[in-house]
């Protein structure tokens, strides 16, 4: 039973940081791509940034690239998402995804097999 555990939500100050962690289980976690994601109420999930198995591939969505950065450690079973000069709009329920395969279409929640159940991140401004 695979199982994504999201931890490290809270509330923070704009232009503060956070750091989410993300603990895998019951999948090959070192040879999956992981990923985070975020929903803001009444909005769709949308792409943060996604780090392949071997964590030398990284992407991030435009509104966060430059303030976020997401890593991974494989021995541990770990991915992180290392989130400075957070702004209000950056509130949002933050999850961890797994992919079974990594394709181009890394932005899209289809291409995720399994996800956490969220960590809630709220910046105030």
């Known amino acids: 039973q695979v199982q994504l555990v999201e931890s490290g939500g809270g509330l923070v100050q704009a232009g503060g940081s956070l750091r989410l962690s993300c603990a895998g289980s019951?999948?090959?976690?070192?040879?999956?791509?992981m990923a985070w994601f975020r929903q803001a109420p009444a909005k769709e999930r949308e792409f943060v940034a996604v780090v392949t198995w071997s964590g030398t591939g990284r992407y991030y969505s435009d509104s966060v690239k430059g303030r976020f950065t997401i890593s991974r450690d494989n021995a541990k079973n770990m991915v992180w998402l290392q989130m400075n000069r957070l702004k209000p709009e950056d509130t949002a329920v933050y999850y961890c995804a797994a992919a079974d395969l990594f394709s181009g279409t890394f932005r899209y929640t289809h291409m995720y097999d399994y996800w956490g159940q969220g960590t809630q991140v709220t910046v105030s401004s």
């Open positions: 019951g999948l090959p976690f070192s040879s999956v791509p």
